[in-house]
């Protein structure tokens, strides 16, 4: 008993539970489920959405001039396939197995030549060999600020001279309407987590430098608690072009969303494009 409550503690900024969202096992299934779920948001964003951030992507770097590309995080695929279709030589890299599995059996069903590789991008170490890189879905503000600087770098290292990358983040207004809370959920149905039933706790909290944890720790009845962090940083634009000229990147442009919508005051995501 004791133990749960050592999870329910607040964490430092940006440490880690005892489980890997992303990568454990048990929510694998789950979260395949909500990338592939055209009426869920969680894991990627709907067809719709993506069919226009794939058509911005050509306008703003086409395939015939900017063709090799590399998808930072790109879970099962979605925005791969879509790249690949319209000529664009593709490379996905995501640290979930489940998910490059899936990606790997989609592509050969469909024929596409995409190459993917599970693996983590904060590990990326490739030389002058991409025209475009993607780190799609406040990826970038999901790590703590060493870890951006570094990945920013890699990125960077891996781009030919005017390759560009294209990142997303939420802003000051996303923090601003955060809402902090604490709530609890008893699951006794079989077949969800592990086939375990479980008393799940989500803490929302908000930190400083605009940065928001949405912590959850599931109590199990036969087996130790785990706890897993979702950690995001939320950025004003001036902040995220300064962390960009920092590594030497150029600033193309600056968006509210990865489909190139006009950047407003009152925008929840800044997106940015960046150019080596
Ligand atoms: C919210 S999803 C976004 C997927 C995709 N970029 C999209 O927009 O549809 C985040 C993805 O990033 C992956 N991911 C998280 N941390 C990662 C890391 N360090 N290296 C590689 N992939 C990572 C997760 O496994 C997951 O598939």
Not at 5 to 12: N, S, V
Not at 95 to 113: C, V
Not at 174 to 182: P, R
Request: proline letters at 2%.
């Amino acid at each position: 008993m004791n133990d749960i409550f050592k999870h329910l503690q607040t964490p430092e900024v940006f440490k880690e539970g005892n489980v890997n969202y992303w990568t454990d096992s048990m929510f694998s299934d789950l979260i395949l489920r909500a990338h592939l779920d055209q009426n869920h948001s969680g894991g990627s964003r709907n067809h719709e959405f993506m069919t226009r951030s794939v058509s911005f992507i050509n306008d703003v770097a086409p395939s015939d001039r900017y063709n090799k590309l590399i998808d930072l995080g790109c879970g099962p695929g979605l925005y791969c396939e879509k790249l690949s279709e319209i000529g664009y030589d593709v490379t996905g890299v995501d640290i979930s197995e489940s998910s490059i599995e899936y990606a790997q059996n989609k592509a050969k069903q469909e024929n596409l030549n995409i190459t993917y590789k599970i693996e983590s991008f904060l590990d990326l170490n490739e030389s002058d060999k991409y025209d475009v890189a993607l780190l799609i879905y406040y990826l970038y503000g999901s790590i703590n600020s060493n870890g951006r600087k570094k990945l920013l770098e890699r990125i960077f290292k891996s781009l030919k001279n005017g390759g560009i990358l294209l990142l997303d983040v939420t802003s000051k207004v996303s923090f601003d309407n955060f809402k902090e809370e604490q709530t609890w959920s008893f699951s006794s149905k079989q077949g969800t987590l592990a086939n375990n039933s479980y008393i799940g706790f989500r803490q929302a909290l908000k930190y400083p430098d605009q940065i928001t944890l949405e912590k959850t720790s599931l109590l199990f009845k036969d087996k130790d608690p785990i706890t897993f962090n979702i950690w995001n940083k939320s950025f004003d634009k001036d902040e995220l072009i300064k962390e960009a000229k920092d590594v030497g990147f150029n600033i193309k442009n600056l968006y509210s969303d990865v489909a190139g919508q006009e950047l407003k005051e009152e925008s929840e995501e800044i997106a940015i494009l960046l150019e080596k």
